[in-house]
T-cell receptor, first 114, second 115 residues
């Protein structure tokens, strides 16, 4: 079946602009995660959605970052007033639940802030 | 707080030889442990996991890992390496019922298998 998809695959933006990154999880998966992969920081957790519960935003690095998940499916990660340190690969993952389930990752969006 | 350490940035092995990629963890509570592999310009692919039960876990592509509670380790192994195994490997941990349910990843180990 279809895996996790993300768009765009690459995004180049100017410093100070806002960007939106999209994630389509595997159908039926209730849990959705955003991670960031960068050279200096490795893989970092950003935010987590589980069903209709309030998201866990504990990993968001600043208030310029936000995310929403509409209808329990598609998620959008928004970065406002982008900075050069935001340049990274943003990975989305989904899983059928939480306890013991592995997460399935999308191919990522490579964000470059110039 | 939970953490994962992968002490080797890179592991080099000749094709046909056994390989080991090391992982140690620090958590309060019983961990769920995972290995993922990342090929160039691709997302992470799940290899195997330890939740409970047998300490030796078998996964995709002939990989296995052994959970060692006393040494807090979860090393990834394969009896005979292939050139196509060359990739970036990540160990990850989750504590069940923790507030976030997120994975905490190690820094990654690049595996280079030479013909």
């Amino acid at each position: 079946g279809a895996g996790v998809s993300q768009s765009p695959s690459n995004k180049v933006t100017e410093k100070g602009k806002d960007v939106e990154l999209r994630c389509d999880p595997i159908s039926g998966h209730t849990a959705l995660y955003w991670y960031r992969q960068s050279l200096g920081q490795g893989l970092e957790f950003l935010i987590y959605f589980q069903g209709n519960s309030a998201p866990d935003k504990s990993g968001l690095p600043s208030d310029r970052f936000s995310a929403e998940r509409t209808g329990g499916s598609v998620s959008t990660l928004t970065i406002q007033r982008t900075q050069q340190e935001d340049s990274a690969v943003y990975l989305c993952a989904s899983s059928p639940g939480t306890s013991g389930y592995e997460q399935y990752f999308g191919p990522g969006t490579r964000l470059t802030v110039t | 707080a939970q953490s994962v350490a992968q002490p080797e940035d890179q592991v080099n092995v000749a094709e046909g030889n056994p390989l080991t990629v090391k992982c140690t963890y620090s958590v309060s509570g019983n961990p769920y442990l995972f290995w993922y592999v990342q090929y160039p310009n691709r997302g992470l692919q799940f290899l195997l996991k330890y939740i409970t039960g047998d300490n030796l876990v078998k996964g995709s592509y002939g990989f296995e890992a052994e959970f060692n509670k006393s040494q807090t380790s979860f090393h990834l192994k394969k009896p005979s390496a292939l050139v196509s195994d060359s990739a970036l490997y990540f160990c990850a941990v989750r504590v069940p019922n923790n507030a976030g349910n997120m994975l905490t990843f190690g820094g990654g180990t690049r595996l280079m298998v030479k013909p």
